[in-house]
Nanobody
Framework: QVRLVESGGGLVQAGGSLRLSCTVS????????LGWFRQAPGNEREFVAG??????YYGDSLEGRFIVSKDNPKNTVYLQMNSLKPEDTAVYYC???????????????WGQGTQVTVSP
């Protein structure tokens, strides 16, 4: 059983930065794909970034503003978000998958989410 707990969300002004953290419990952290998704009210869940081993990949709409990384000894994956825009406002989730994917249905374990709000 994999458990994921996100932290680091909050309110930030446009142009600012936030770093989200996701601590993962379970034996597969080092070998799983860890992904970040976001969901704004009325929208579908959107893939943001993923990391597997040292390979990273990103959603198409981010324009290079976000960086995903992980610390294996700490079992933690991070999402550094820079140059934030009001349209980045959403609940951000981390999730775990046995495969490299951008599809929510391929991720089998999810955190509870953390709210990110970007003011104009």
């Amino acid at each position: 059983q994999v458990r994921l707990v996100e932290s680091g969300g909050g309110l930030v002004q446009a142009g600012g930065s936030l770093r989200l953290s996701c601590t993962v419990s379970g034996p597969t952290f080092a070998t799983s794909t860890l992904g970040w998704f976001r969901q704004a009210p009325g929208n579908e869940r959107e893939f943001v970034a993923g990391i597997r081993w040292s390979q990273t990949y990103y959603g198409d709409s981010l324009e290079g503003r976000f960086i995903v990384s992980k610390d294996n000894p700490k079992n933690t994956v991070y999402l550094q978000m820079n140059s934030l825009k009001p349209e980045d406002t959403a609940v951000y989730y981390c999730a775990e998958s046995p495969t490299i994917s951008r599809l929510p249905q391929d991720f089998r374990s999810w955190g509870q989410g953390t709210q990110v709000t970007v003011s104009p």
